[in-house]
């Protein structure tokens, strides 16, 4: 999806040992699975990306919502730090989602409800709950931990590597397993599919657009699909910029009930 997180050292070093392979077999799971999360969330050291979300039921009820998504990377060990500021529709305009993103542990997650001027924590065995009434969780906007699941490689075609995932704590998550397919050249995934215990695909993520952007191949419109349901969300970005500079304290406490203005408006 999605904007993406720093390279610390040692996914520098695995991205130069594989430059220039674009393209070329990989058979190491791990590695084609770090390479990916890199792509996806590591693009450049900050980042910033106007974004819509056009949200439809299963009962072909439609919503929108409109916000801004500020990342910066804050710790070689891949720390990050996210600001999410919400300007559509009305009544969840000035809601701000703030993460601290921690690498091997658990992330730190808020909420800020305008309406209720509450501060709202969310609990790290939430992260799996829809986020602002979409289809798109939590977990889907900063990532999942790559340590948090067991990778194999399950076929590799001419297009994408296939990987399938099992959680390590499975009693904590839904799903049984989820198949990603990674595109060979990019290393973006560009398509998630989780799954129940009997194989069922109930759950899908696609990657619909991929523009390059300040030299980083970055999806730009994402599908998540609730194949229970029948109802879907669809995230496009735009006016994505990667490198702008942002400073350490617009990520903190205060900006939740005072966003920072200044980085919120698009630079021509």
Do not use: C
Not at 228 to 248: A, E, H, K, N, W
């Amino acid at each position: 999806m999605t904007i993406q997180r720093s390279i610390t050292l040692g996914l520098m070093l695995l991205a130069a040992l594989y430059a220039g392979a674009a393209g070329a077999q990989m058979e190491d799971a791990r590695a084609i699975v770090e390479r990916a999360n890199v792509a996806s969330y590591y693009a450049g050291d900050d980042g910033r990306s106007a974004a819509r979300m056009l949200i439809e039921d299963g009962n072909g009820n439609r919503q929108q919502r409109q916000f801004t998504l500020l990342r910066k990377d804050v710790s070689d060990g891949g720390d990050q730090r996210y600001l999410v500021v919400f300007s559509r529709p009305a009544d969840i305009r000035g809601t701000v989602f703030r993460v601290e993103k921690h690498v091997g542990a658990d992330d730190d997650r808020w909420l800020y409800l305008p309406a209720l001027d509450l501060v709202k924590r969310i609990a790290a065995g939430d992260k799996r709950t829809s986020f602002v009434g979409s289809h798109f969780f939590y977990e889907d906007i900063s990532g999942r931990g790559l340590d948090e699941d067991n990778h194999r490689l399950v076929e590799t075609t001419d297009a994408h590597y296939i990987i399938e995932s099992t959680p390590k704590a499975p009693d904590e998550v839904a799903f049984a397993r989820y198949r990603t397919w990674i595109d060979r050249e990019s290393f973006l995934p560009m398509k998630t599919e989780y799954q129940r215990e009997s194989g069922e695909v109930y759950r899908r993520m696609e990657v619909t657009r991929v523009e390059t952007i300040d030299g980083y191949p970055t999806g730009t419109e994402v599908r998540m699909s609730d194949l229970d349901s029948g109802g879907y969300t669809i995230t496009q970005f735009r006016f994505s910029q990667y490198d702008v500079g942002l400073p350490d304290d617009i990520f903190s406490e205060r900006s939740l009930r005072n966003p920072p203005r200044r980085w919120l408006r698009r630079s021509e």
